[in-house]
């Protein structure tokens, strides 16, 4: 099977017959006019600056025309990848559809990527936890993946419990966990209740999450609890590009503390033959239509993510505003040491602050912001494994209630953590709990992710919750 990424030449001329980006076309083009378009785009070239940015809105309008339209003419139905996006609830699944051997190719480009990246070697045992299922398929994503990148795959997923996963890590002698990083918190959370003589008998050495990005204090209670020398890796993806980047503190930083900066930004690296990334200016996410006006920055300046994927042609993904906060910067030197010279001049770097966060929400009379939050949260002397706010309404009464639901460490893993009363203070005090509102706060201790609300989709712990009617 050829890994080869397609042109940029090539998909832009597919996407200017593509329905996606022209409102006149009504179906997507078939295998022989695509074929044709692309022996000919040589002589009808564009260059990616001339094409407008899209925008989620406007793409989705067109798939969920093309999705619900079961008329033979209707191309976007054709042998298709179909996956719901991770995020989100409610009754709209949505679906960027992939062609079934294009998707093939860039899981296995994908592979070759992770073990170029030294993620992934060829004595690697890994189980996985990911999620399959209602229509979500992240578990057979990324066991090929890790497969083409020359692992042994342990397909778990996420129905196994916790006490099933440890023991099948322990049985088979596994060095590799991977999972969304509420499902690896889980395990590594069960793992630190176990006796010394058990815990010994896990044998991890790397970690390979995706999903919501862990905190600080997630990565000091997974090397607290399986050790210091324990590697943590991430992947980096969408339901529209698919995954395209790779965190490896051992490629952009000299040591695991300095990988996840303290304005909570992660360094990923992306092959530029499979993905185009342009940042552009955080004003691109305001109005409804993108202004034309509006240019690329320069590298190291941030803003907002646009995307370009040369994996994707048959449905192609050209300018996608993303709403991910981020900066392009060069591979550093130490990555020399790991990636082959003649692959490294097409790696770059993307420094992902996460999703635009220009929001806040409120309650009783005061605004708490999303960032402030979240470095609260990240506090050591806590020890929260996880968290939620949900915020709704009390009965009938328009009061709106505010729900923190907490999954702490346990204390006998750290001579650190403040005591459980001190906790509930610091809490209270943060969020201004205050005999007037007391009635209206809730602050509720689980035992694992169970006690946690999930998205529709992924099944993914969602951190803000909002209820209210």
């Known amino acids: 099977m050829s890994t080869k990424p397609f042109s940029l ?17 009504l179906y997507p083009p078939g295998p022989e006019e695509i074929q044709a378009i692309v022996q000919a785009q040589s002589t009808t070239s564009s260059t990616l600056e001339s094409w407008p940015l899209t925008t989620k809105k406007d793409l989705y309008k067109v798939i969920e025309r093309l999705t619900k339209d079961t008329n033979p003419e209707n191309e976007y139905r054709r042998s298709s990848y179909v996956s719901v996006t991770g995020g989100g609830s409610g009754d709209m699944l949505l679906m960027f559809f992939t062609d079934v051997k294009e998707n093939r190719q860039h899981r296995a480009a994908f592979g070759e990527f992770l073990r170029t990246c030294g993620v992934v070697e060829s004595h690697d045992w890994i189980l996985t936890t990911h999620t399959s299922g209602y229509l979500y398929r992240s578990l057979d994503l990324l066991t090929e993946i890790l497969e083409n990148a020359g692992g042994t795959i342990l397909s778990a997923g996420n129905l196994m419990k916790p006490s099933e996963v440890v023991r099948a890590l322990a049985r088979y002698n596994v060095n590799v966990l991977t999972g969304d990083s509420s499902q690896v918190i889980q395990v590594i959370h069960h793992i630190s209740t176990l006796s010394a003589d058990k815990r010994n008998g896990i044998k991890l050495t790397k970690v390979i999450y995706t999903s919501e990005p862990l905190t600080d204090s997630q990565k000091r209670y997974i090397h607290a609890t399986l050790g210091p020398a324990v590697k ?6 969408s339901a529209e590009a698919g995954p395209y980047a790779i965190h490896n503190p051992g490629l952009t930083s000299t040591g695991e503390a300095s990988s996840c900066q303290y304005d909570g930004s992660m360094d990923f690296v992306f092959d530029t033959r499979s993905i185009l990334i342009e940042i552009f200016p955080r004003s691109v996410m305001e109005g409804d239509t993108p202004s034309s006006d509006l240019k690329p920055l320069l590298e190291g300046e941030e803003g907002v993510i646009v995307q370009t994927s040369l994996q994707r042609r048959r449905n192609p993904l050209v300018r996608y505003i993303t709403g991910d906060i981020g900066s392009i910067h060069p591979v550093p030197n130490i990555a020399r040491s790991i990636v082959p010279e003649s692959e490294l001049e097409y790696f ?12 806040s929400f409120k309650w009783y009379g005061e605004y708490f912001e999303f960032t402030n939050i979240e470095m609260f949260m990240q506090k050591g002397a806590f020890g929260i494994l ?38 509930v203070y610091e809490v209270e005090t943060f969020f201004f709990v205050l005999p007037d509102n007391r009635h209206l706060f809730k602050l509720t201790f689980v035992e694992d992710i169970g006690g946690f609300e999930k998205s529709g989709t992924g099944n993914k712990v969602m951190k803000f919750v909002d209820v209210r009617r």
């Not at 943590?232 to 993806?237: F, K, N, R, T």
């Not at 770059?348 to 929001?359: A, E, I, K, Q, S």
């Not at 309404?393 to 001190?422: C, F, V």
Request: charged share 20%; glycine share 6%; proline share 4%.
């Open 9 to 25: 030449d090539e998909v832009l001329a597919v996407a200017k017959i593509h329905p996606l980006y022209n409102p006149n076309i």
């Open 348 to 359: 770059r770097v993307l420094r992902l602050r996460g999703r635009d966060r220009r929001f």
């Open 232 to 237: 943590i890796y991430s992947i980096l993806g």
């Open 386 to 423: 996880q968290w939620q706010i949900i915020v709704g309404t009390l009965g009938s009464s328009p009061q709106t209630t505010m729900e923190i639901r907490m999954l702490r460490a346990a204390a006998s893993t750290s001579n650190d953590m403040i005591s459980l009363e001190q906790f």
